[in-house]
């Protein structure tokens, strides 16, 4: 008997290829505005610390989405599902990824997005997109909002801090600040009743439940550069905060809002961070992002089955 075909989506935000790329990239984010040649320099500049002019980041993708189908086909017997990229602002586009899908004869899926915490401005406007394209090709597809209390990803990031707690040497638990980071959104969708905010809250306190963290809190990283004000303060401003008022000598990184190496990661925390740090004295360490982890690759999985499941 012919097993049951569905497809998965997996969706983010996209990274450039290559050095040259960076220009059409940046100016698919500025929705079709180019940027000046300022922007594109300093932007170009970031992925050069980084990377040196080879791009690992898209491989970072690109091996989470194979090691998802393994997992989800693992201990199946009837049902054979196949993930499909879909990218916010490089190609394969989210409708790249509908469209290869319907040609391949599938005609059900579940989209699910590389990021456990869900806002109307980032999961949201995935999901929106690839059920547009969905519709308009007659394909059958559902979608996992989120899956930031997962067991399985609670266990994969607890394990991290736990890990990471070791390198502060003599210094005791307490005495080390963990904070918790995500990417900042534009402060308008604390109007919008947009769970964003609650749903990484919850993240991090059921990590420090865990580990029985009570030195810990919460920060923003990444903010876009626009007119509109945008979450904060950012982690930057929070490391001197911390430092001149509570004398703060050690601190854990946990961006838990970020589950691969990318830019936001290896140049915002790695570089930036860590040159305020230094700065100011303070011992700063980073957790492992979860790439390929097992767990983090098994959450994924459980979210996708329970939604396909669900009636």
């Known amino acids: 008997m012919s097993k049951r075909k569905v497809g998965v989506l997996v969706m983010s935000y996209g990274t450039p290829e290559s050095m040259d790329q960076i220009e059409a990239y940046y100016t698919h984010i500025r929705r079709g505005h180019p940027p000046t040649a300022e ?19 898209r491989k970072n993708t690109d091996r989470q989405v ?18 499909y990229q879909g ?16 040609k391949d004869g599938l005609t059900e899926a579940v989209g699910v997005v590389l990021a456990p915490h869900y806002s109307t401005m980032s999961v949201g406007t995935y999901n929106k997109r690839a059920q547009q394209k969905a519709e308009e090709l007659g394909l059958s597809i559902r979608f996992v909002n989120s899956y930031h209390l997962h067991p399985k990803l609670l266990e994969a990031l607890s394990s991290r801090v736990e890990n990471t707690l070791q390198k502060f040497g003599d210094a005791e638990k307490d005495e080390v600040r963990v904070i918790f ?14 769970p ?27 903010a876009g550069q626009t007119a509109m004000p945008w979450l904060g303060p950012d982690i930057l401003e929070t490391l001197e905060t911390i430092h001149k008022e509570e004398n703060v000598k050690n601190v854990l990184l946990c961006p838990i809002g970020f589950v691969s190496d990318h830019l936001e990661v290896l140049y915002d925390i790695d570089i930036e961070c860590r040159q305020t740090a230094d700065k100011l004295g303070i011992h700063l360490e980073r957790t492992e992002s979860l790439n390929t982890d097992p ?17």
């Open 39 to 57: 922007q594109l320099n300093e932007l170009k500049q970031r992925y050069e610390a980084i990377v040196g002019g080879f791009f690992p980041l």
């Open 66 to 83: 194979a090691a998802l189908q393994e997992t989800l086909n693992r201990n199946q017997t009837d049902i054979e599902f196949v993930c």
């Open 87 to 102: 990218l916010k602002h490089a190609s394969p586009f989210i409708e790249d990824g509908v469209e290869q899908m319907v």
């Open 181 to 194: 980071t995500a990417h900042s959104l534009p402060a308008k969708i604390l109007e919008l009743n947009d």
């Open 196 to 222: 964003y905010v609650d749903q990484l809250m919850e993240t991090s306190r059921a990590i420090a439940d865990r580990l029985g963290l009570t030195n810990w809190q919460f920060g923003w990283q990444s």
């Open 295 to 311: 767990l983090y690759m098994e959450t994924l999985s459980d979210v996708v089955t329970a939604e396909l499941e669900r009636n």
